[in-house]
């Protein structure tokens, strides 16, 4: 591998890192090896035949895009796919290709995504609503912390422009699910309106497009093409916020589509109230509907959306696994469904269960995880509680299975959990001395790597002592 191909991937790399969850870019993209660049095509590395199904169906279009802006128009990727580790052998293949003519380098930031021209007059069966199907209501789970922006938006869906609810203006911090929801009404408006012209995009799209109508003197195009949209979608308004200009043009599109009885809704980071950089005028307006925010979601949100992410890529994840991402992943969807892709990966290209382990360290290595102390009176009473054996006998010399076993497992957990050494372990379980500890540690080991019964018992006391 060359430095001027290293160079290059590692300037994709920072592009994609700014357009997807960091586990799922740890996951899907870290893992990916540049090998060279010649005659226009660029061959990377990747793990397993898996791993590149699902890079082409996943990412393609921002691998391209991608690829388009940072080395040139027209670059082709291949792929050398390792079927063998050990003798090193592989397969090439070549990435899908799509064209993406006239895409901008120079735009900063994240990639934008094609809409439709204001230029464009196109009829109702041929718009381009910029709808992702796969967002709807069906699969945004209700909860304690969204159930007035979920219901709100249903009756929006149902009866655009006919409800007190115009403007809907929906407010969250990132990853709660905004972009889910328009995307969720826009859908269901397509399905019991399709004569309406729907529209999503985001507020950074927006001003794109006013800057180039401005550029090309189109702006009465520009402005007559979103006059003509039925339900509007704006994503992300705030980032009109300092923009005197296109907040003005905004302000007209808006009035007009209100007074004619059209929907809009927008999302933002904060309320209007909040919004620094925005004229009074528009920010009164925006209070006209119904203005809601969405809360992160609950512990039991969280395991719902968590099942369903499991139940639609058709894996297999225990009970306690489930229970230990909802408790310690919170902030947000994205987060969530990004662990279990990374679990998913690990299984698959390890081939090993999905267990409490994996989740634990899967987790660990994708958000800020604090850990909770655990202390040795907690783990003896935890071994304890879980064997019906009591404290005494564990303490004892008493050579019962069941109880040799609660002891083992007793040392076990206090060396994984404690800065005890073995001698000190010793102390704290009936005096043993370090060679005793170490052997039960071992036992222990042994017993989780060979016992799936066994192992899930380790499992859900681990599961215990973190609750």
Avoid at 17 to 46: C, G, M, S
Avoid at 245 to 255: L, S
Wanted: net charge neutral; glycine share 4%.
């Amino acid at each position: 591998m060359n430095k001027e191909c290293r160079l290059l991937w590692n300037n994709c790399l920072n592009v994609i890192r700014d357009n997807i969850p960091e586990p799922a870019f740890n996951t899907w993209f870290l893992p990916i090896v540049p090998l060279k660049y010649q005659d226009h095509v660029f061959t990377v590395q990747v793990p397993s035949q898996f791993f590149y199904e699902y890079l082409e169906d996943k990412y393609l279009d921002l691998i391209q895009h991608t690829l388009y802006r940072e080395i040139g128009e027209g670059t082709i990727l291949n792929y050398r796919i390792l079927v063998e580790t050990e003798s090193n052998t592989a397969v090439e293949l070549r990435g899908e290709s799509k064209s993406y003519a006239g895409a901008d380098r120079n735009t900063a930031g994240k990639i934008s995504t094609k809409v439709p021209s204001p230029f464009d007059r196109v009829e109702t069966s041929e718009f381009d609503s910029q709808i992702n199907s796969k967002y709807t209501f069906l699969n945004f789970f209700e909860g304690e912390s969204n159930r007035l922006a979920r219901t709100a938006a249903e009756a929006v869906a149902m009866n655009p422009a006919k409800t007190a609810f115009n403007p809907l203006f929906v407010h969250g911090n990132s990853g709660v699910g905004k972009t889910h929801l328009c995307h969720a009404i826009g859908s269901r408006v397509k399905d019991l309106y399709p004569d309406k012209k729907v529209l999503y995009l985001s507020a950074h799209l927006f001003k794109v497009q006013y800057t180039d109508a401005r550029r090309f003197n189109t702006i009465n195009d520009f402005i007559n093409f979103y006059q003509n949209i039925d339900v509007l979608l704006i994503d992300d308004i705030h980032e009109l916020s300092g923009l005197e200009k296109t907040q003005n043009t905004f302000f007209h599109i808006f009035n007009h589509l209100h007074q004619n009885n059209k929907q809009l809704v927008m999302t933002s980071d904060c309320p209007p109230m909040n919004m620094q950089g925005v004229e009074e005028r528009l920010l009164t307006r925006f209070r006209w509907g119904l203005t809601t925010k969405l809360e992160r979601p609950d512990k039991e949100l969280r395991k719902k959306i968590l099942q369903n992410k499991v139940l639609s890529d058709g894996l297999t994840i225990p009970g306690n696994v489930i229970e230990f991402i909802a408790e310690n992943v919170t902030e947000n969807v994205r987060d969530l469904e990004g662990i279990v892709v990374s679990l998913m990966a690990h299984s698959i290209i390890n081939n090993r269960e999905i267990d409490l382990s994996l989740a634990r360290r899967v987790v660990e290595q994708s958000i800020k995880f604090e850990k909770k102390r655990i202390t040795v009176q907690k783990i003896q009473d935890t071994v304890s509680d879980f064997y019906h054996v009591k404290k005494e006998l564990i303490q004892s010399v008493s050579r019962k299975r069941e109880i040799v076993q609660a002891r083992q497992v007793t040392m076990y957990f206090i060396k994984k959990h404690t800065e005890l050494s073995l001698s000190q372990i010793g102390v704290q379980v009936g005096n043993r001395n370090h060679a005793t500890v170490l052997h039960a540690c071992n036992t222990v080991k042994d017993y989780y790597e060979v016992d799936k019964g066994f192992r899930s018992d380790i499992d859900e006391i681990e599961s215990l002592l973190n609750s």
